[in-house]
């Protein structure tokens, strides 16, 4: 498997690189030269902040689908906690893209399908800057789930 | 007119064809009309328009034109044809001729939406979200809506799923 890795019956997403090198990557160049260029504007704190918000979450994020248990747990962002998500409460999967100008695609994101209460609800798995590494996570659970 | 008479569904043989597109005759008549009257505006009141009234009308018919010959040669007229017989599922398109999508044990189909509108698509399994074929009319959410949507799923929809079993 490509996107996860298994243990037992557990499979955890493997970190996801290629979403935040880039990302971390981009904003840590705006930090440097906000310090090194614009020194007496807020600006390089603003840069650090971002910078060090996004390393957080990279490292405090995952997503683990856990077959003993038959739930997937996943923490989305700093702030939140583990949402628990059970496999039998799953309807489905929403793979959302966001498109620039009709066309460019920027930003795609992963999504469960549940409902709680009568609600329809989303849980975010993974996203990415284009289709195709999400296209294979949403194959590789399918093969997870489907086992 | 019925949905399968306006999609010129044709079941038989073993075979299923219908053209999702066709229902966008009617903004093709919208875009012959909004010409028509810009033209109009250009002629009638071409003093009073100034520079930039004259320029817009000329961009808006240059717009409705271009837009109005892509659908029309590129859209109006694609087929999709499920195969029985060869268990293949074609997408046809009269001028550029006949071509092999996918067979049938690759098919998937998928609800598909796009700002408040969705669809039904049709996509190679495990690569559905890379690239997909709209299979059905933009479906709104309003009662004539629904209406259409049971149609579409008795008359289409369904015949396709049975097919591909």
């Known amino acids: ?147 | 007119m019925d949905l399968k008479d306006k999609l010129r569904l044709e079941i038989g043989n073993n075979c299923i064809a219908f053209s999702p597109y066709r229902g966008i005759m009617s903004s093709l008549y919208g875009f012959v009309a909004g010409i028509a009257v810009t033209a109009i505006i250009l002629g009638l009141f071409n003093a009073r328009l100034g520079e930039g009234g004259r320029i817009l009308c000329c961009v808006i018919i240059v717009y409705l034109f271009i837009h109005g010959l892509y659908d029309l040669i590129f859209k109006l007229n694609v087929r999709y044809i499920f195969d029985g017989n060869d268990q293949v599922i074609y997408r046809e398109n009269l001028p550029f001729g006949r071509r092999k999508l996918m067979r049938f044990e690759e098919a998937v189909i998928i609800t598909s939406s796009e700002s408040c509108d969705w669809h039904y698509s049709l996509g190679i399994k495990e690569k559905q979200f890379l690239k997909s074929y709209k299979i059905s009319p933009d479906f709104g959410s309003g009662k004539a809506s629904e209406k259409t949507v049971f149609a579409y799923e008795k008359e289409i929809l369904n015949p396709i799923m049975e097919l591909l079993r």
């Open chain 1, 1 to 147: 498997m490509k996107n996860f890795t298994k243990e037992g019956n557990v499979y955890t997403l493997n970190k996801q690189y290629g979403l935040f090198v880039p990302l971390i990557g981009f904003f840590l160049l705006l930090t440097i030269l906000g310090f090194v260029k614009i020194p007496e504007s807020t600006f390089k704190w603003w840069m650090l902040g971002i910078t060090t918000l996004l390393t957080l979450s990279f490292y405090v994020g995952f997503l683990t689908i856990d077959m003993d248990q038959q739930e997937f747990r996943t923490r989305v962002s700093l702030f939140s906690g583990v949402k628990v998500l059970p496999l039998s409460d799953l309807e489905g999967f929403t793979i959302h893209k966001l498109k620039q100008m009709g066309f460019i695609t920027t930003n795609v994101t992963l999504l469960a399908n549940y409902s709680k209460n009568g609600k329809n609800k989303e849980l975010k798995l993974a996203q990415h800057f284009y289709t195709k590494p999400i296209q294979s996570i949403l194959n590789e659970i399918h093969e997870i789930i489907e086992r």
